[in-house]
């Protein structure tokens, strides 16, 4: 009778059907993503190439530039298929200047009339030709409408391509703080043509121990708002136009410059062995910043002692798989036994004043007599059997 | 060779049986001759109830321990029920995972458990993880870590429905966490049913529904008084009662878990998808 108030099993399985679905099509779309990310990276390497080939050598029929050209051209057919362009919209691409020879062109044209066209022609998105200048004068010459062409992209600037590459490899874990720290360095020096890499770092330290004087702040969430938002915080806060900038850019690749300066920059200051180290054998960044306090100065020993405990530090941390804490207890460890060998050497002055003389002592021109060098030569060997016994 | 299962019972509600399961479960496996932990991730602590442990661990004798940031490889496992099994053990919950709620909510904090178990193995062949019902931050790093799972449900619209929400947020764990390969579903139990009208008519209806899904249900397990006297005498239904309606279905899925252990296919998770 209260049948109408009970749970509808099926009603209630469409919902879990359809949040699945919303699951499966999120990763259908991360699948196309990467996959069209690949199409486009493959596509702009092939341009890259070509045009550097065109730039090399000025033949055109080189069989390796045909080939390339070849290789891209079937590419762009089979990603996105062949469309008719408008002849008459076609630019000709002032970068590659070519001599186009009156002669080429007319068996061109006779070719099209014969055959048909062959092979699409290559422009880039906004109309401006690529590769396929002698079939589109040609065509232009018999009044074709249109013509059959294929898209490519413009080749990225390296600095989109830097920032295209950070946004998509961001979210994932595995990125190590001194590639990241270098990234982002690099990033904003593409941005900002006259900054010096190692102000970037800086510039944030900087505006961050103003703000903390001055008790204002970022606010926690800034990068995760709208540009907008982000720039209006900016403005109120009083930075001069170059910290801005830097703020910005670290902002809009959605980075909080406060975590940024507590965790990621600080791995630019590693010794270049322990960047090495967290390069080519995997180190972590954690580890390696505690192994950084092993320097010189700190331990009051030289450039040379320094680098090896510092071998042997990252040793150790690699074989023994040291988390943070373990390693920061041997890096204590080694500190208080060089503290303790430095401080327990007092020093004899006796001991002092002999080394000091025998360093002195030269033996080259001397006039002694063998019977005094056979002397000294027993003293010596006597003194130094007592010394190792001291030694044991 | 065999492979060490990481089953982690999970529900989108709470009151559906979890802890009275695995501690059943995690009897009727070791009762197989395997080896089996139960770790209690709940701060509710109720398997020391059912097992009548301790109920206040020091909370370095506790799962807690594992979250705490410090965790040194050290499992403090009891053994129980020792006088009728063998190789039976419990690694403790309770209040202490309170207090490591806050490491837990910190970036990598639900990774811990599975880098304890990677870092520290343990030659168990089964562990169990009895998580709390909220699916929260205990509970995800079960799911990081776990290469199995286990659905209880009761056949009433709370837990049903608790059962969408669970899906939902396993669909979305494994995708944030890009978890390769994400632990696969053991299957889903229903649990507790009673003889009313509703209940058997949902306990009818559900599993051909599960299963058109690409979901193994096993076999449902009737609400008996002997689950709660048992609970009273703090023993597993197989010593209170050596023979039971109740232990058949236990027992088919404790074969399922010997099946996985003794070389199941490994990794390749059921996957949820449909093509």
Sequence with gaps: MAKRDRLDVDSFFSEVDQNQEVYNLRERLKTLEDQLNEQVNHEQHLVAEIEQLRAQSQAQDSPQLQNQIGELREHLKQSQGTHQYPVEKIQPNPDQPRKTFTEEVESMALSLQQEGQLDPIILFEDGMLFDGECRWRAAKGLGWDTIEAVFTAKPDQPKALRRRAYLTTLHRRGLNALDKAETLVAIACDEIPDLPPEEVPRIINRVLTRLKRRKQSLGERLHLQPSEQQQAVLQQLEVDPVEFQVFLILLGLQEHPASLNRNIFPALNLTSDLKAAVREQSLGCAQALILNRLSAADLGVSERQALKLREKGIREVIDQNLSTAQTQQWVTQQKSQDTQSSTSATRDKQVDRFLSSIQKLDLTNTEASPEQLRELQQMLEDRLKHVKQLLK | ?275
């Design chain 2, 1 to 275: 060779m065999l492979n060490q299962m990481r089953l982690a019972i999970m529900t989108g509600a709470g009151g559906v049986g979890k802890t009275t399961l695995a501690a059943n479960l995690g009897f009727e496996v070791a009762r197989l001759g395997y080896k089996v932990a139960i770790f209690d991730l709940d701060p509710q602590g109720s398997l020391n109830v059912a097992c009548r442990l301790n109920k206040t661990p020091a909370p370095k004798a506790t799962t807690a321990w594992i979250y705490s940031g410090f965790f040194d490889g050290s499992y403090t496992l009891v053994p129980v029920w020792d006088q009728h099994i063998k190789e039976l053990e419990v690694f403790q919950g309770g209040s202490a995972l309170f207090k490591v709620m806050p490491n837990l909510a910190q970036a990598g904090g639900s990774h811990l458990l599975q880098e304890a178990l990677s870092e520290y193995p343990l030659t168990h062949d089964l562990i169990i993880f009895d998580c709390p019902a909220t699916l929260e931050q205990i509970p995800k790093s079960a799911l990081i870590a776990a290469t199995h799972l286990l659905v209880p449900l009761m056949p009433d619209a709370k837990a049903i429905d608790g059962t969408r929400v669970l899906l939902d947020w396993y669909a979305a764990n494994v995708q944030e966490l890009q978890l390769s390969p994400p632990p696969t579903f053991l299957g889903f139990v229903i649990n507790n049913v009673e003889d009313g009208a509703e209940h058997q008519r949902l306990s009818k209806e559900l599993p051909p529904r599960y299963e058109a899904r690409g979901y193994r249900v096993f076999p449902a397990i009737k609400h008996y008084t002997a689950f709660t006297n048992a609970w009273s005498e703090a023993v597993p239904l197989r010593v209170h009662r050596a023979t039971h309606p109740a232990l058949e279905p236990i027992e088919v899925i404790a074969k399922a878990i010997q099946q996985e252990i003794k070389g199941g296919k490994r990794g390749k998770a059921r996957s949820t998808r449909r093509g």
